[in-house]
Nanobody
Framework: QVQLVESGGGLVQPGGSLRLSCAASGRTLTTYTMGWFRQAPGKEREFVADILWNGFTYYSDAVKGRFTISRDNAQKTVYLQMNSLKPDDTAVYYC?????????????????WGQGTQVTVSS
């Protein structure tokens, strides 16, 4: 049984930075596509970024140029470096994984989900 556990969320001022981590327990996820989604209060869950087994990355237009996704397969960990944060980035951030080896912005394509970590951007 694979579990994804996020950490690194918190309260940050606009313009600040946070780094989210997602640690996978259980089997190795080296060939999995890993990613991040987020859900703000009253809004639908939305794609943030994903990274393929070969290191190729994809971002939503909302975060492109500000967020960076990376992975450390040896540590079974995925990271999301978030810079120049805005109040609109406030949401619960979820780590996701799928055996599908192509990038996807559809939440239904991901069958492994973490419990989520809260990110609040406010002055």
């Amino acid at each position: 049984q694979v579990q994804l556990v996020e950490s690194g969320g918190g309260l940050v001022q606009p313009g600040g930075s946070l780094r989210l981590s997602c640690a996978a327990s259980g089997r190795t996820l080296t060939t999995y596509t890993m990613g991040w989604f987020r859900q703000a209060p009253g809004k639908e869950r939305e794609f943030v970024a994903d990274i393929l087994w070969n290191g190729f990355t994809y971002y939503s237009d909302a975060v492109k140029g500000r967020f960076t996704i990376s992975r450390d397969n040896a540590q079974k960990t995925v990271y999301l470096q978030m810079n120049s944060l805005k109040p609109d980035d406030t949401a619960v951030y979820y780590c996701v994984a799928t055996e599908v080896i192509t990038a996807s912005e559809k939440s239904g394509d991901y069958d492994l989900w973490g419990q989520g970590t809260q990110v609040t951007v406010s002055s």
